[in-house]
C-alpha cells in the first residue's frame, strides 16, 4: 500500500515513539497532524520538521482524556484536510508503582490515559477514517506490558492489557469495512517516558503510591538511554501497517518470555474430556473469528 499524502493523526506526536512515527510518516509522504501538550516539544518538533523540508503538520493541543477536545478535533481534521486515513492512539503515561498499595486517583489517572485515551480517539475519529472507505488504519500503541506483567506496574500493565484486547477485537469489527488494525507492542525505547510520574494531575494527586523519589526515578530513567531509536519503532510500525499486520512487536528480545507465557498456559489447562456440546460452541468461536478476520461483518447469531 502507497501512503503519500493520505492524512495520519498521532497522539503525543512531538516527542517519545510518536515523534518517531510522525518522522517515519513523513519520510513515507504522508501529510499530517500531530497533537501534543508540550509547547517545548511542540516548538522542537515543528523545528524538525521545517529543518528537513517536510510541510508543517497540524499542531493541535490535547489531553486525551477530554473527550470534548477529541470531537472538536474530529472537525478541524475534516476542515484542514478533508478527510483522516490513518489514526495513531499513541499518548500514554509510564507511571509505576504497587498494586496493593494503590489509590482509586491512581487508576483513574493511569487508566483514563492509557486505556481511556484510546478509547476517545476511536470513538470521536473512526466515522472520519470510515467515511473515506476502504485503506485507512487504525494503529493502538500498547507496550510489552500487554503480555508481560511485574511487580512495580499493575495498573500500567492492566492499562496495556486493555488496548490489547480492545484491538484484537477492533481488527475484527473494522475488516469489512477495508480498514486495517494493529496493535503495537514496544520495548524499551529512547524517551522520556519515564518521567511520567513527576507530571502527574492535581486532580489525582492523592496516590496510594510513595512520594516520588526524583532521584530515584532519574535514576530508573538512565536505563531507557539503552532504548532502541524512536525512529526504528516509527519505520517498523510503519512496515506493519503496510503489510497489515494486526500485532507489531518492534523489539526482538522476548523469545524465552513468550516460550514460558506459552508452556505456563498450556500446563494450567486441566486435562479432562471436553463435552461435545462445549467443544461444537468453541469451534464456532474460531469459525467466526476466521471469517471476521477474512472481512466478514459477525453477529450472535454466528456463535451458535
Known amino acids: 500500500m502507497g501512503w503519500t499524502q493520505k492524512v495520519a493523526l498521532v497522539t503525543g506526536g512531538v516527542s517519545g515513539i510518536g515523534f518517531g512515527v510522525a518522522r517515519a510518516f513523513a519520510a513515507a509522504g504522508m501529510r499530517l497532524a500531530l ?23 497540524l499542531f493541535l493541543k490535547l489531553d486525551v482524556t477530554d473527550r470534548a477536545r477529541f470531537a472538536d478535533i474530529a472537525q478541524e481534521l475534516d476542515a484542514h484536510f478533508g478527510r483522516l486515513d490513518v489514526l495513531v492512539n499513541n499518548a500514554g503515561v509510564s507511571v509505576f508503582g504497587p498494586t496493593d498499595t494503590a489509590s482509586h486517583a491512581d487508576y483513574d489517572w493511569i487508566m483514563g490515559v492509557n486505556f481511556g485515551g484510546v478509547v476517545n480517539g476511536i470513538v470521536a475519529l473512526l466515522p472520519l477514517i470510515k467515511r473515506g472507505g476502504p485503506g485507512g488504519h487504525v494503529v493502538n500503541v500498547a507496550s510489552m506490558a500487554a503480555y508481560l506483567s511485574g511487580p512495580q506496574a499493575g495498573i500500567y500493565t492492566a492499562s496495556k492489557f486493555a488496548v490489547r484486547g480492545l484491538t484484537e477485537s477492533l481488527r475484527y469489527n473494522l475488516a469489512p469495512f477495508g480498514i486495517g488494525c494493529s496493535l503495537v507492542c514496544p520495548a524499551l525505547t529512547k524517551t522520556n517516558a519515564w518521567d511520567s510520574a513527576l507530571k502527574r494531575p492535581d486532580a489525582f494527586a492523592q496516590s496510594g503510591f510513595a512520594p516520588v523519589d526524583r532521584a530515584e526515578l532519574e535514576q530508573f530513567g538512565t536505563a531507557f538511554d539503552a532504548g532502541m531509536d524512536p525512529l526504528e519503532v516509527g519505520e517498523k510500525i510503519l512496515a506493519g501497517m503496510t503489510r497489515n499486520d494486526g500485532l507489531i512487536f518492534t523489539h526482538p528480545e522476548f523469545a524465552d518470555d513468550f516460550r514460558e507465557i506459552y508452556e505456563a498456559s498450556l500446563a494450567a489447562l486441566p486435562d479432562e474430556e471436553v463435552p461435545e456440546a462445549r467443544r461444537e460452541i468453541e469451534r464456532l468461536r474460531r469459525e467466526a473469528a476466521r471469517a471476521a478476520a477474512g472481512g466478514k461483518a459477525i453477529g450472535l447469531a454466528d456463535l451458535t
Do not use: C, K, S, V
Open 35 to 57: 497533537t501534543y501538550r508540550d509547547e517545548a516539544h511542540r516548538a522542537d518538533a515543528a523545528h524538525w520538521f521545517a529543518q528537513n523540508g517536510y510541510d508543517a503538520p
